[in-house]
């Protein structure tokens, strides 16, 4: 057992002062506000739960900072990302998840949702192991400290019905029942859950939606839903519903589904998803990189859905940036301020994240929950005079201002690691575009 004095800790409802935390087998056995123990090791700083990162695809890191040539649109940018998809392998796909998910480490993520369809080799052909390059990402979450959610994903169209083509075709398994007997037989460690993902209503035709639903068992159920125009009057012409009624109808439409963007949708799909209770995942800065449009964060929620956030892309990976844009798109959307407090959105991208994930024991500074902890500095450029409080680091903090980490009772971050791993990540992406020239 090691007992922690944390200077200022958020316990769910405020920051409380010199809190004695106890951690024993990855694991806070107590939790005590106002403590003046005579031996602990004391934490210096704003120490909040570790974040939950909802929905990320590892390898568009590789895009980062790539893709903003000449105005383009959602659509060339997806081309891009066909280009570094098609060239991955299980070596290649390893690394640059476990640069990718240092970086998230470093920014205070210690559990990331991974929504993974590249499954086969680029040819549709399968590894010797099938499961090869999604054991890969859970090997790459397993050395950078950090817990994942394997959310193996079904692929089976490129479009409403169309076959997939092109680097798609290394995304499918042909069937619901290949693609879930694969995903039944994955083994992963404990660090790791594997979910389950359907890629979108285009990439599963809404005859095999309700396969899925009697293949899921209990796992976490995550979902690309309205992220654009296009894909709802696509939906509406083929089916006749909205994505989101075709969920519903199909019975993927409950408390372990989680929408991911759910950007454009109808008064009655917004009744729909709070009435099921179900996550969404928003991911502000992949959102407005893509010009796909500011989702009704604040009507989900007050029908009863439960908000979750997620970096996607990765063109930042910063939860605190994500955190506030969904205040700040709210403020731009509405021309009024006020619609998340710093604790809703601090929940969000704790707790909540971390149940949608399948990670009910964490996400909160409390006894018998795993023992994460983000260590922010309140006297950065950014969050000097601030205040000390959930505002400041929600509304001020960046993901430089973190300086440890904890993640299952085990320091993963120090002071001074940013730069071990921009070198980690400057090495892996610049092979991946050599290889691409």
Not at 68 to 84: A, N
Not at 221 to 228: R, Y
Not at 276 to 294: M, N, Q, Y
């Amino acid at each position: 057992m090691t007992a922690y004095l944390l200077e200022h800790a958020w316990l769910g409802d405020r920051f409380h002062d010199d809190v004695l935390v106890e951690v024993e087998d990855g694991r806070f056995t107590s939790v005590t506000p106002d403590s003046d123990p005579p031996r602990a090791v004391p934490v210096r700083g704003l120490v909040v739960p570790g974040l939950a990162n909802t929905h990320s695809h590892a390898f568009h890191r590789a895009l980062r900072g790539r893709t903003q040539r000449g105005r383009g649109t959602f659509w060339t940018w997806r081309e891009r990302m066909y280009d570094v998809a098609a060239r991955l392998d299980p070596d290649t796909h390893l690394a640059l998840a476990r640069a990718t998910y240092r970086e998230m480490a470093a920014a205070g993520i210690t559990c990331v949702g991974e929504f993974h369809y590249l499954h086969h080799q680029p040819d549709g052909r399968r590894y010797d192991h099938p499961d090869e390059m999604g054991l890969a990402l859970v090997e790459a979450a397993r050395q950078a400290g950090i817990r994942v959610t394997l959310l193996d994903t079904l692929y089976l169209s490129s479009g409403f019905g169309a076959p997939p083509e092109g680097a798609q075709v290394r995304y499918s398994d042909g069937s619901v029942d290949a693609w879930a007997d694969r995903v039944d037989a994955l083994a992963v460690g404990p660090h790791a859950v594997v979910g389950a993902a359907a890629h979108s209503v285009r990439a599963v035709p809404a005859d095999d939606l309700g396969a899925v639903a009697g293949r899921l068992g209990d796992r976490p159920f995550h979902v690309h839903l309205s992220e654009q125009v296009a894909e709802n009057e696509a939906c509406l012409e083929a089916y006749g519903v909205t994505p989101v009624r075709l969920l519903a109808d199909r019975g993927l439409l409950d408390g372990r589904t989680t929408l991911v963007h759910a950007t454009h949708l109808t008064d009655a799909d917004v009744a729909l998803v709070g009435d099921a209770g179900a996550h969404v995942s928003f991911c502000p800065t992949t959102e407005r990189d893509l010009g796909d449009g500011i989702g009704p964060s604040r009507r989900l929620h007050d029908a009863g859905a439960r908000l979750t956030l997620g970096s996607d892309s990765h063109a930042v990976i910063d939860l605190f940036e994500e955190m506030r844009a969904v205040e700040l798109d709210e403020r731009l959307a509405t021309q009024q301020r006020g619609h998340w407090s710093a604790a809703e959105l601090l929940t969000a991208a704790t707790t909540t994240g971390h149940a949608s994930l399948g990670w009910d024991d964490a996400g909160a500074i409390a006894v018998g929950r795993r023992a994460d902890l983000v260590v922010l500095d309140p006297t950065s450029p950014r969050t000097a005079g601030t205040g000390r409080d959930e505002n400041t680091v929600v509304f001020a903090a960046t993901a430089e201002d973190v300086r440890r980490v904890m993640a299952d009772g085990r320091w993963v971050v120090e002071d001074g690691d940013r730069t071990a791993i921009g070198r980690e990540l400057d090495d892996v992406v610049s092979r991946i575009w050599e290889d691409l020239r």
